[in-house]
């Protein structure tokens, strides 16, 4: 039985967060959100290099990039990710400036995690939350951080959270027979892989297009397909 409650309440959690993180922002100094935003990054680094090692197939890997990286290219998601915060932004022009960068920044984390996509596919498979449970705190945490520093552009990122993770979940419903654990841990990987990159734009090391890169996380799946 399909399961969406998880995703909902990881939702849910990230607008809770959202709006904690800015009521407590005005009371902060620049100087501490920029040491907490620079030791958020790293920690978002840790994760990411912890999820890379669950993959069983280094050319699996390196190829879902590559083609992942073509299509994304292609197809610019990106630009477009940009774009849909940059709209938001335009309609709070002047109490808000970093709205599009919270937006951009905030779903990537979210939705390329190991726990994103693992739990999605629980919730598919077996029809259980647990993960997304999991995960509902700690984006509920990591959501009032990232919004008392970047501000309310975070609370964005629920919605794209909500359609991300739900495709996923519809999905796995129909993929029973080809999401494996080889599969799933090499997805885990890929997306772990876009983690670090994303935590080397944060600390200002790297300007990678990791959105153009999300695609790369399906590969496996259609290389498991072809098997």
Known sequence: MINFLG??????????GSIIGVLIRRGLPDKIKDTVMNGLALCVLFIGISGVLKGNNTML???????????????????????????????????????????????????????????SLESGLTGRGDTLYAKSIL??????????????????????????????????????????????????????????GLSLNMLGITKIKVANLLIAIFIPIIYQFIL
């Open 61 to 119: 890997i390196i190829v879902s990039i590559v083609i992942g990286g073509i299509i994304g290219e292609i197809l610019d998601i990106d630009k477009a990710l940009k774009k849909i915060g940059d709209r938001v932004e335009n309609k709070f022009k002047g109490k808000e400036s970093r709205i599009s960068q919270a937006f951009v920044t905030s779903t990537l984390l979210f939705c390329v995690g190991s726990m994103a996509i693992v739990g």
């Open 139 to 196: 984006d509920g945490i990591t959501s009032i951080i990232f919004s008392s520093t970047l501000g309310i552009g975070v609370i964005f990122s629920s919605v794209a959270v909500f359609l991300y993770q739900g495709l996923i979940t519809l999905c796995a419903s129909f993929l029973k027979n080809i999401l494996i654990e080889s599969a799933i841990s090499n997805m885990t990987a890929v997306g772990s892989l876009l983690i670090i």
């Open 7 to 16: 995703t909902i309440v990881n939702s849910l959690a990230i607008i809770l």
